[in-house]
DNA sequence: TCGCTTGTACGATGTTTATCGAACTATGGC
DNA sequence: GCCATAGTTCGATAAACATCGTACAAGCGA
């Protein structure tokens, strides 16, 4: 639980980016931590399981989109804003602005 | 298969569209489409089955991405590039530039 | 009409995925 | 050390998905 591996921003592949972005749960997270800037976990849940929450969380780590930081007892969740802006130029931009 | 049904642009939902673009072979097609404008189904195969492809070809019409129109006994597809550019301002441009 | 070509429809198979409960780990406060 | 809290990990289940062979439909040319 310690430290969280984050994959190189080099290393994300396209394909995995738009997985990330393929399922509705993960939009809504997505599109509050755009608002929000950083968020815990529960923060975000909408009722959901901690477990389901943990496997979108790690699917959207795992993508590049979010890096999460233990903070105390909770984990603290950004956007890979910039890294993802070096990445995919006006990519992010894009999709938050599609996302509403 | 006379006429092909393609959503209306604003019926396109953003996780229909991103999980379009979550397989690399789709990704492939939406890159050739992108660079030659207009080609037939069996242009863009790797080699694949036919069917196979038309599987891919199938969901990139249902998530808005690709227009269908046939040409006597060939398929010509082509990106509704305007109207996904009015849906989603930015965002396939983006990921043309992201997907190379 | 017959044959050829292009793509779709259907069905089967194996893989991936989402969901969630239960057990576990890590951290902080007392 | 003990307990509560926040997330992870594991395991099971059901749904979605990619792949491909076969059969089928539609158009074109001879």
Redesign the interface.
């Known amino acids: 639980m310690r430290a969280y591996k984050h994959p190189a921003i080099e290393d994300v592949r396209?394909?995995?980016?738009?997985?990330a972005?393929?399922?509705?749960v993960r939009?809504a997270i997505v599109r509050q931590l755009a608002r929000e800037g950083e968020a815990s976990c529960a923060a975000l849940d909408g009722g959901r399981p901690k477990s389901s929450m943990s496997h979108h969380f790690r699917v959207l780590r795992e993508a590049g989109l979010v890096q999460t930081r233990p903070a105390g007892v909770t984990h603290m969740n950004t956007l890979r804003r910039d890294e993802l802006d070096r990445?995919?130029?006006?990519?992010l931009?894009?999709?938050l602005?599609?996302?509403g």
Do not use: K, N, Q, T
């Open positions: 396209p394909e995995d980016f738009f997985h972005l393929s399922d509705p939009l990445r995919f130029p006006g990519l931009d894009a999709v602005a599609a996302i």
